[in-house]
Nanobody
Framework: QVQLVESGGGLVQAGDSLRLSCAAS????????MSWFRQAPGKERVFVAA????????DYTDSVKGRFTITKDNAKNTVYLQMTSLKPEDTAVYFC?????????????????WGQGTQVTVSS
Protein backbone atom coordinates (compact mmCIF):
# COMPACT_ATOMS: atom_id res chain seq x y z
CA GLN A 1 0.00 0.00 0.00
CA VAL A 2 1.03 3.56 -0.71
CA GLN A 3 -0.36 6.52 1.20
CA LEU A 4 -0.55 9.92 -0.47
CA VAL A 5 -1.31 13.17 1.32
CA GLU A 6 -1.88 16.34 -0.69
CA SER A 7 -1.76 19.87 0.62
CA GLY A 8 -1.43 23.44 -0.58
CA GLY A 9 -4.74 24.16 -2.24
CA GLY A 10 -6.73 27.32 -1.66
CA LEU A 11 -8.62 30.27 -3.06
CA VAL A 12 -6.58 32.67 -5.19
CA GLN A 13 -7.15 35.30 -7.84
CA ALA A 14 -6.36 34.94 -11.51
CA GLY A 15 -2.66 35.48 -12.13
CA ASP A 16 -1.64 34.27 -8.68
CA SER A 17 0.54 31.27 -7.84
CA LEU A 18 0.12 28.20 -5.63
CA ARG A 19 2.29 25.24 -4.78
CA LEU A 20 0.73 21.85 -4.17
CA SER A 21 2.52 19.09 -2.30
CA CYS A 22 1.99 15.34 -2.30
CA ALA A 23 3.83 13.27 0.28
CA ALA A 24 4.12 9.55 -0.41
CA SER A 25 4.72 6.85 2.19
CA UNK A 26 4.48 3.10 2.43
CA UNK A 27 5.49 0.64 -0.28
CA UNK A 28 6.75 3.12 -2.85
CA UNK A 29 9.54 0.91 -4.24
CA UNK A 30 7.44 -0.22 -7.22
CA UNK A 31 6.37 3.28 -8.22
CA UNK A 32 7.28 4.35 -11.75
CA UNK A 33 5.67 7.77 -11.83
CA MET A 34 3.75 10.24 -9.73
CA SER A 35 1.28 12.56 -11.32
CA TRP A 36 -1.22 15.30 -10.72
CA PHE A 37 -4.72 15.08 -12.13
CA ARG A 38 -7.59 17.47 -11.64
CA GLN A 39 -11.33 17.13 -11.60
CA ALA A 40 -13.76 19.97 -12.06
CA PRO A 41 -17.39 19.63 -10.90
CA GLY A 42 -19.34 17.34 -13.19
CA LYS A 43 -16.29 16.45 -15.26
CA GLU A 44 -13.91 13.54 -15.43
CA ARG A 45 -10.50 13.43 -13.78
CA VAL A 46 -7.89 14.62 -16.28
CA PHE A 47 -4.12 14.54 -16.47
CA VAL A 48 -2.11 17.62 -15.54
CA ALA A 49 1.52 16.63 -15.04
CA ALA A 50 3.71 13.63 -14.28
CA UNK A 51 7.22 12.96 -13.09
CA UNK A 52 9.13 9.70 -12.96
CA UNK A 53 9.95 8.34 -9.52
CA UNK A 54 13.64 9.00 -10.18
CA UNK A 55 12.78 12.57 -11.12
CA UNK A 56 14.47 12.21 -14.47
CA UNK A 57 11.50 12.81 -16.72
CA UNK A 58 8.34 14.91 -16.73
CA ASP A 59 5.29 15.47 -18.87
CA TYR A 60 2.57 18.11 -18.96
CA THR A 61 -0.77 18.57 -20.56
CA ASP A 62 -0.69 21.37 -23.12
CA SER A 63 -2.91 23.76 -21.19
CA VAL A 64 -0.42 24.07 -18.31
CA LYS A 65 2.90 24.01 -20.18
CA GLY A 66 4.94 27.06 -19.31
CA ARG A 67 2.78 27.79 -16.23
CA PHE A 68 3.05 24.66 -14.07
CA THR A 69 6.19 22.85 -12.98
CA ILE A 70 6.32 19.41 -11.37
CA THR A 71 9.31 18.52 -9.21
CA LYS A 72 10.24 15.81 -6.74
CA ASP A 73 12.21 15.81 -3.52
CA ASN A 74 13.62 12.30 -3.39
CA ALA A 75 14.72 12.60 0.23
CA LYS A 76 11.18 13.45 1.31
CA ASN A 77 9.30 11.29 -1.23
CA THR A 78 7.30 14.39 -2.00
CA VAL A 79 6.14 15.73 -5.33
CA TYR A 80 5.32 19.38 -5.84
CA LEU A 81 3.25 21.17 -8.43
CA GLN A 82 4.20 24.82 -8.73
CA MET A 83 1.36 26.63 -10.44
CA THR A 84 1.79 30.15 -11.76
CA SER A 85 -0.36 32.51 -13.82
CA LEU A 86 -3.43 30.69 -12.59
CA LYS A 87 -6.64 31.00 -14.56
CA PRO A 88 -10.27 30.44 -13.53
CA GLU A 89 -10.31 27.34 -15.73
CA ASP A 90 -7.66 25.82 -13.45
CA THR A 91 -10.30 25.57 -10.74
CA ALA A 92 -10.69 21.93 -9.71
CA VAL A 93 -9.89 19.37 -7.07
CA TYR A 94 -6.31 18.31 -7.64
CA PHE A 95 -5.33 14.70 -6.95
CA CYS A 96 -1.93 13.08 -6.91
CA UNK A 97 -1.52 9.48 -7.89
CA UNK A 98 1.17 6.84 -8.21
CA UNK A 99 1.57 4.38 -11.04
CA UNK A 100 3.72 1.28 -11.29
CA UNK A 101 3.27 1.23 -15.07
CA UNK A 102 5.60 2.82 -17.57
CA UNK A 103 2.95 3.43 -20.20
CA UNK A 104 -0.27 5.45 -20.57
CA UNK A 105 0.50 7.54 -17.52
CA UNK A 106 -1.82 10.23 -18.85
CA UNK A 107 -4.74 7.91 -18.17
CA UNK A 108 -6.23 7.78 -14.70
CA UNK A 109 -6.75 4.03 -15.10
CA UNK A 110 -2.96 3.56 -14.99
CA UNK A 111 -2.82 4.66 -11.35
CA UNK A 112 -2.75 2.39 -8.35
CA UNK A 113 -3.13 4.86 -5.51
CA TRP A 114 -4.66 8.30 -5.08
CA GLY A 115 -4.62 10.97 -2.45
CA GLN A 116 -7.72 12.58 -1.03
CA GLY A 117 -7.49 15.67 -3.22
CA THR A 118 -7.01 19.36 -2.53
CA GLN A 119 -9.29 22.12 -3.79
CA VAL A 120 -7.89 24.89 -5.96
CA THR A 121 -10.23 27.77 -6.72
CA VAL A 122 -9.17 30.63 -8.99
CA SER A 123 -11.41 33.67 -9.06
CA SER A 124 -11.50 36.08 -11.97
Amino acid sequence: QVQLVESGGGLVQAGDSLRLSCAASGRTFSTYAMSWFRQAPGKERVFVAAITWSGGGSDYTDSVKGRFTITKDNAKNTVYLQMTSLKPEDTAVYFCGTSSRCCNIRRSTAYDYWGQGTQVTVSS
